[in-house]
């Protein structure tokens, strides 16, 4: 059965920081790799997909690493800013591939 | 924008009480989910269906069943609400799973008394 793993569980920074999130699946056989952001009480919001076939994906300020040999996949936040404050999950398909396994999150404080 | 909405923000309700979550998309995806948010133990999959009155248990199906009539609603029944069934449910909606993201709703944050 897939397990995925975020570490660090919390994380707090100063504004301004470059900072690495981390996540690790124990099933390398995946279609891909999804990063969301979950603000407070509210759903989540996916940040980026990337497909097995790629190394990583851009999005503004967001890059998403995969390795998928290694079973790891990397979120880099550069110039980091308080609204970036939320909790951040990644997830991959498994099973009948119908469903998202995630992993527990990372909860991120970006201090002004 | 592909947008996923349930029918309550917040919920309370006391043991023994059917309750009724109902989820529905705008943009014709075939698959819908409903996931239960728990601290300490992340999004756990309740039930999923890939077709209209098609339906999959996930991982905790126990104390739930769902429906769906319409491609565009999906339902979660908590047939007798239970303490241990109080938080936030998510739901979510995908075309072809394997492919694409899945778009969550809003969330429906349950207490059950």
């Known amino acids: 059965k897939q397990e995925v793993t975020q570490i660090p569980a919390a994380l707090s920074v100063p504004e301004g920081e470059n900072l690495v999130l981390n996540c690790s699946f124990t099933?390398?056989?995946?279609?891909?790799l999804q990063w969301f952001r979950q603000d407070p009480g509210k759903g989540l919001t996916s940040l980026l997909l990337?497909?097995?076939?790629?190394r990583e994906q851009t999005s503004g300020r967001l890059n998403a690493s995969l390795d998928k040999s290694s079973g790891r996949s990397t979120l880099y936040i550069a110039a980091s800013q308080p609204g970036d404050s939320a909790t951040y999950l990644c997830?991959?398909?498994?099973?009948?591939?119908?469903?998202?396994?995630f992993g527990s999150g990372t909860q991120l404080t970006v201090l002004p | 924008d592909v947008k996923v909405t349930q029918s309550s923000r917040y919920l309370v309700k006391r043991t023994g009480e059917k309750v009724f979550l109902e989820c529905v998309q705008d943009?014709?995806?075939?698959?819908m989910f409903w996931y239960r948010q728990d601290p300490g133990l992340g999004l756990r999959l309740i039930y999923f269906?890939?077709?209209?009155?098609?339906?999959e248990k996930g991982d905790i199906p126990e104390g739930y069943s769902v429906s769906r009539e319409k491609k565009e609603r999906f339902s979660l029944i908590l047939e007798s609400a239970s303490t241990n069934q109080t938080s936030m449910y998510l739901c979510?909606?995908?075309?072809?799973?394997?492919?694409?993201?899945?778009?969550f709703g809003p969330g429906t944050r349950l207490l059950v008394l």
């Open positions: 979510a909606s995908s075309p072809i799973p394997h492919q694409e993201t899945q778009y």
């Open positions: 099933d390398s056989a995946i279609y891909n």
């Open positions: 990337i497909q097995s076939s790629q």
């Open positions: 997830a991959v398909p498994s099973g009948s591939a119908r469903q998202l396994t």
């Open positions: 943009m014709d995806h075939e698959n």
């Open positions: 269906s890939y077709d209209v009155k098609m339906k």
